[in-house]
């Protein structure tokens, strides 16, 4: 190594006393630039300027504690050891890092030395710079002479060894770390080698012993290494139960032969880990047991929550499929899961319900598992539909990448519109074209809270004109990855249509991300658009039904259905008006409310709190100017101003503090109120329509039952009369004819989804039937003609049951002209 007796004189320390206080002055980044100066000076190296410019200026602002071998890159291998060598006795950087670069045996040296030395070093990455087979002895000595060392991360990830007796050196060196009990974080060579038999099962050995030990891994990272996944739970099980958070075995494999011997140690890992975070067993085949174990682990699990799990790439196909159906809904700690590229494909159907049924699954993955075609592709997007339309839908993220839906996939844009929880959405790789983008372009102007990642889907310079357009209607939308690939292709065949839709997509943007973004009004409209439309088209026809049983019944008195009937259709019109009212009461109390109010009388306390800390301060730097430059301090107070008034002149101006709060501050939290307050008006306007609703359908059927017991003893005073005039009395046939009215009606209704659709079904029948069971008893008398009359009033004023009502008065018509009753 470098010599580096000579580096205590580049730490010179000045100390001084005030008010018995010792003071000292330490050199910018610990005297890095000054120790590096001297070494390039013993060694006969040119001191590099730009590398002392770059830790005392970028570093030190910065406050950046890790040095990044990335930054000088450019130099030669022997600047880059001096470097190195520099950070051995300097106590300000706590991190050394370097990936992706080849560095020299010389460098790597010089790190080794810095290990063996340094007491502040706290994290070490070398990722892929290409160690050797020797590396990991040499790396266990310098941890060995250094018992003042405080490493507690060290990542030495996909550095390809060619040796055959690396593998054991790795083990040995994990083995036999000075420092088990401090390390926290630890990535592992990525391994292309093929070692002996007898090799692999003495470094595996070492490797498990090491993990079996009692430590406080936190990081492991085991990807890529070529082990038995399924014999590694045993001595995590026994070591790394208290704090491993992030695991990952991915690339790896299992043994497929004993597999079954080792479930119960990976099941009760699973079940007894406490500070699990992430787990990726991704991109290898999981056998059916391995996973029915996993889910079985986890859900009995008391300790963990918020866990992301990603077994994607695992060629699940249906019996994972069945699997995660059985028992997926069980997990309640999984937050996020991966499970794409499983091959899952027509097993969806069975797969996504069992999300609905998750109480605290927030993300999910599902791309590249869409292989399917025709008519169960269809029926796996509405699954997608029904799922994240869900009231009780509690994901955030859903990821369809690269799952080639094309023009399919449109179905799923057009509901992201209406959806209220969903937050980000990769539809990537999807080949939904113009016509996808022209569906987000619609569910971008209503939708307030979604961000999109769109890539890979054949847009041209057209889709990203409908996107921009929508966008700046768009005032909440803050990011959106740019669409390289599909900006690319466009760009060649539309350069300028290209550019234009890309500035203003960009422009509105960071317009979004100013703090001015979003008005209280168009929050309203937008907001009561999505909450009250459908409500009010069920609730107008109800009206028009019962209003028309009314008028009908007007005549037969004034009983207590009656004026319950008009008290319910008075407040059903009140109604209408009750969300923009509340909305308005909201703005109105809010414009001089007590938060304003706060805020006004906090800008004035703040402001002077600013002027007495700034008081108090250069009042501190005065005096102590005074003590450490006495003379200089004398002269300077027989200036004009004097130095002692410095404070009487420094204040913060009130309009800016006023402006902190009033316009930032204020304007944060009343964005914060006006969600909570629309998200109470929608509450109460929900529940009270909800509530008028029901009220409706309740005073129909009894004004349908009142109708029907009037014209019933209408029938029976005109039948006791005239009970001998049987010119009358229609044939058989005729009544048959109608009575078949509504067998006919049945096959040519549709059923509707809405929630509030069931009602007006009901409705529908109910007042079908009335008017079929009535006209029996009716054809034979003279109430007959206010049946038509009523008949026809239904007609008109509702359209909804015209075809009943249509298809019963042409057979009345039909029966009056056969029975003489041409003058009705």
Request: glycine fraction near 4%; charge should be neutral; proline fraction near 3%.
């Amino acid at each position: 190594p470098l010599l580096s007796a000579q580096i205590k004189v580049c730490f010179g320390v000045g100390q001084f006393f005030i008010d018995k206080q010792i003071i000292s002055l330490s050199p910018i980044s610990g005297g890095f630039s000054e120790t590096y100066a001297a070494l390039c000076d013993y060694n006969g190296i040119t001191c590099k300027e730009e590398v002392q410019w770059d830790v005392d200026t970028i570093y030190h602002s910065q406050d950046n504690r890790e040095f990044n071998l990335l930054d000088f890159s450019h130099l030669e291998s022997g600047d880059l050891a001096v470097i190195v060598a520099a950070m051995a006795y300097n106590s300000w950087f706590t991190k050394l890092y370097c990936k992706d670069l080849r560095i020299s045996s010389e460098v790597v040296e010089q790190i080794l030395h810095t290990v063996s030395k340094s007491s502040s070093l706290e994290e070490l990455t070398l990722e892929n710079v290409g160690l050797k087979a020797d590396f990991p002895q040499k790396m266990a000595t310098a941890l060995s002479e250094n018992p003042a060392s405080v490493i507690h991360s060290i990542n030495l990830a996909h550095n390809t060894l060619d040796n055959q007796g690396t593998f054991i050196k790795v083990s040995l060196f994990l083995l036999y770390l000075p420092l088990p009990s401090s390390l926290s974080v630890l990535s592992v060579f990525t391994l292309s080698v093929s070692p002996c038999a007898s090799a692999i099962s003495v470094s595996k050995w070492n490797l498990y012993l090491f993990l079996a030990q009692p430590n406080c891994l936190v990081h492991l990272d085991l990807s890529g290494t070529d082990c038995t996944v399924d014999s590694l739970f045993g001595a995590l099980l026994r070591g790394c139960c208290a704090d491993l958070s992030y695991l990952n075995l991915s690339k790896n494999s299992f043994s497929h032969r004993k597999v079954r011997e080792t479930l119960p140690s990976f099941r009760q890992f699973f079940s007894s880990a406490f500070s699990l975070t992430h787990i990726s067993l991704a991109s290898m085949k999981m056998p059916p047991d391995v996973l029915r174990a996993l889910f079985l682990g986890l859900s009995s699990n008391p300790h963990i929550t918020d866990l992301h799990l990603d077994i994607s790439g695992c060629e699940l196909r249906s019996a994972g499929a069945g699997i995660i159906q059985d028992l997926f809904p069980r997990v309640s700690c999984i937050s996020t899961l991966d499970i794409s590229d499983n091959g899952l494909d027509a097993d969806l159907l069975c797969v996504i319900p069992a999300f609905s049924r998750h109480p605290s699954l927030k993300h999910l993955l599902l791309g590249k598992n869409f292989n399917i075609k025709g008519r169960v592709l269809d029926e796996v997007l509405q699954k997608l539909v029904h799922l994240v339309q869900e009231e009780e839908c509690a994901l955030q993220s859903l990821s369809l990448a690269d799952s080639r839906l094309r023009s399919r996939g449109t179905v799923l844009v057009n509901a992201l519109g209406s959806n209220a929880c969903l937050k980000k959405v990769d539809l990537s790789g999807n080949g939904l074209d113009d016509t996808g983008a022209r569906m987000l372009s619609k569910a971008l102007l209503i939708n307030t809270t979604l961000s999109v990642t769109w890539d890979r889907n054949n847009t041209s310079a057209t889709g990203f004109q409908d996107v921009a357009r929508a966008l700046e209607h768009n005032f909440t939308l803050q990011y959106m990855p740019i669409p390289l690939s599909d900006v690319t292709q466009a760009y060649r065949s539309a350069p300028e249509r290209t550019e234009q839709a890309l500035t203003k997509i960009q422009r509105a943007l960071l317009r979004n991300n100013q703090t001015q973004r979003f008005s209280q009004k168009q929050a309203l409209r937008l907001h009561q658009g999505l909450v009250t439309s459908t409500a009010e088209q069920v609730m107008e026809r109800l009206c028009v039904r019962v209003q028309q049983q009314v008028c009908v019944l007007r005549g037969t008195g004034e009983g207590e259905e009656l004026q319950a009937a008009r008290q319910v259709l008075k407040e059903a019109r009140n109604s209408r008006a009750l969300y923009p009212s509340l909305c308005e009461l909201a703005h109105v109390l809010s414009v001089d409310g007590p938060v304003r109010q706060r805020l006004d009388s906090l800008a004035g306390e703040l402001a002077k709190a600013a002027d007495k800390e700034l008081q108090v301060i250069v009042d501190s730097m005065v005096s102590l100017c005074r003590e450490l430059c006495p003379l200089s301090c004398a002269a300077a107070e027989c200036l004009s101003p004097p130095l002692s008034s410095i404070s009487e002149r420094v204040s913060i101006p009130r309009s800016s503090i006023r402006t902190a709060l009033m316009e930032r501050a204020a304007q944060d939290i009343n964005r914060a109120l006006e969600e909570v307050k629309l998200s109470v008006v929608s509450y109460l306007t929900n529940s009270i329509v909800d509530q008028i609703l029901q009220e409706l359908y309740a005073t129909h059927k009894t004004l349908v039952l009142q109708m029907n017991f009037s014209l019933h003893s209408s029938v029976h005073s005109e039948h006791v009369h005239k009970h001998r005039s049987s010119s009358r009395i229609c044939s058989s046939s005729q009544l048959r004819q109608v009575s078949q009215m509504r067998r006919l009606e049945d096959g040519g209704t549709a059923r509707r989804t809405h929630r509030h659709a069931d009602i007006l079904d009901v409705v529908e029948d109910d007042f079908g039937i009335s008017i079929v069971s009535v006209f029996r008893e009716s054809l034979a008398t003279d109430s007959f003609v206010c049946l038509v009359v009523f008949t026809v009033s239904a007609i008109s004023c509702n359209s909804a049951v015209l075809s009943s009502a249509q298809f019963a008065m042409f057979s009345l018509t039909s029966v009056l002209l056969h029975t003489g009753h041409n003058r009705h």
